[in-house]
């Protein structure tokens, strides 16, 4: 049996230093490795060209090494000097905005070329939507309670009471959060190092990641930009429960939010994955109410502490202009028609185009049946009718439904980030419809995706992208199909 040959660059586990050269979709920095036997590619996430970086090998093959980032060890000259706290979720924070959008821009638009081959990507592009805040523009943020903190004069693991983020690179280890990191409240962010003290100062044990156990797991806090008030959940274990008081914690966030507080939740999570939400185990209202309200595009939004909802409002509003700007483009083919919603989620592009369009009925089908539930209290909430609603799984809809069959002038997709299932998007071809928008925030999948429809028969019309999450490297596109 012949033996694999051993590839003349890197190793499993290998650490590389190594400078980043190149920009490639996603947010992968190119570094390059040369040695006597030629030129070796390494990716390595949340880098930027000008960098040196320390990396992992993680795997390769004989072109190229996916590496995980441990640490920037120089910063590019791009970079520009910012009053916020360095965090693993604000990677390009340094890196003015018009760099940050030009390098959205051209890796996606290459990625459509490459993958979808749509060889006048750039004739068909159409506009980039900025977002209208560039800093504290989340509405929800999960910070992670541990026993392991990092030392960063030492480098290295130490035994600390920490709430923050995991360290980038680990599973295991905590860093506090000091201070605002630009993108969450600033009020809430510049007071965590308060709620942290409270909690250390019960002598109750922050979750231990290694070992398994410990009673503070997670503190969650989702935000209301039209009342500007704050939803908490603590998750802790039910373990040393009875030693914690849930009625004075609450009166404690008071006493920091003051009215901002719209209410305080309790989760129970003894699972060992490292999941915030426990499949099992319960969620319980200690103060105040349970959901807060937000507005789009001046329709309200009741959100709950599980419902999905876009994590940026404002400029959530621009992608879903941009979607009823596509969907109505022809506006005359779509009154009196059948619109279909298709991973509709809680409703919010359905109701949208029903209050816009004519005597048109909107169905919405997601899987999620909670989302579903909340789907159907907004739009009683905004008064929406012609809107139809279905729990159930998109291929398996399609086919219970073959009345639809030629009625649909009109698809609204907005698939998660896998993408459509290859099965699911020959049944929504087969529905015949003339014209789909399509949402994503996988722009990969959405260009294979592309590929797929153009050999059906439609043709990519136009396209934009819309930046939902400064200083990150996600980008979402909305993309028009017509027969």
Not at 286 to 310: A, C, P, R, T, W
Not at 335 to 352: K, P, R, S, Y
């Amino acid at each position: 049996m012949a033996r694999r040959e051993r590839n003349k660059f890197v190793k499993r586990g290998q650490i590389l230093e190594i400078e980043i050269e190149d920009y490639a979709f996603g947010g992968k920095g190119i570094g390059r490795i040369r040695n006597e036997h030629g030129e070796f590619v390494v990716f390595i996430p949340n880098t930027l060209p000008g960098q040196l970086v320390k990396a992992q090998v993680k795997k390769f093959s004989k072109k190229y090494a996916e590496c995980k980032l441990f640490e920037v060890l120089k910063t590019s000259e791009d970079e520009v000097d910012v009053p916020y706290q360095e965090i693993p979720g604000a990677p390009y924070i340094k890196l003015p905005i018009e760099k940050q959008h030009n390098y959205k821009k051209e890796s996606t638009l290459q990625l459509f070329k490459r993958i979808g081959k749509v060889d006048n990507i750039y004739d068909l592009f159409d506009e980039f939507v900025t977002s209208p805040n560039l800093f504290h523009y989340r509405n929800k943020m999960e910070y992670g309670f541990s026993a392991i903190g990092y030392n960063r004069e030492l480098k290295e693991d130490v035994d600390e009471f920490t709430l923050g983020f995991k360290k980038r690179g680990t599973w295991w280890c905590g860093e506090n959060l000091d201070k605002d990191s630009g993108l969450f409240d600033k009020e809430v962010e510049d007071k965590i190092n308060l709620i942290k003290k409270y909690c250390e100062n019960t002598g109750l044990s922050p979750w231990h990641a290694p070992q398994k156990k410990g009673f503070f797991r997670y503190f969650i806090i989702r935000k209301s930009y039209k009342t500007n008030q704050l939803l908490f959940n603590l998750v802790t274990t039910s373990y040393d429960l009875p030693k914690f008081d849930l009625q004075e914690f609450s009166k404690f966030l008071i006493e920091l939010f003051d009215d901002r507080v719209a209410g305080f939740l309790h989760t129970i999570n003894d699972e060992i994955g490292d999941r915030t939400l426990a499949t099992t185990g319960s969620i319980n209202l200690i103060y105040g109410e349970d959901k807060i309200v937000e507005e789009l595009l001046g329709l309200n939004f009741e959100i709950s502490m599980k419902s999905f909802f876009q994590t940026n409002p404002k400029s959530a509003e621009k992608l879903y202009s941009k979607v009823v700007e596509y969907a109505l483009e022809n506006k005359e083919a779509i009154d009196n028609t059948i619109v279909m919603d298709l991973f509709c989620g809680t409703g919010t592009i359905g109701q949208i185009i029903a209050s816009k369009a004519t005597n048109t009925k909107i169905i919405g089908v997601d899987i999620v049946a909670s989302a579903i539930k909340d789907a159907k209290e907004n739009a009683k909430r905004n008064n929406i009718e012609g809107l139809e609603f279905f729990a159930s799984d998109v291929g398996k809809f399609l086919f219970e439904h073959p009345e639809y069959k030629n009625k649909i002038r009109t698809i609204i997709l907005d698939p998660a980030r896998s993408g459509i299932s290859p099965k699911t998007l020959r049944k929504i071809i087969r529905l015949n419809a003339d014209r789909m928008v399509y949402v994503s925030c996988n722009p990969a999948t959405q260009a294979r995706d592309t590929e797929q429809l153009i050999l059906a028969g439609y043709k990519l019309k136009k396209i934009s992208l819309v930046d939902q999450f400064p200083h990150t490297a996600h980008i979402e596109t909305v993309a028009l199909f017509e027969k």
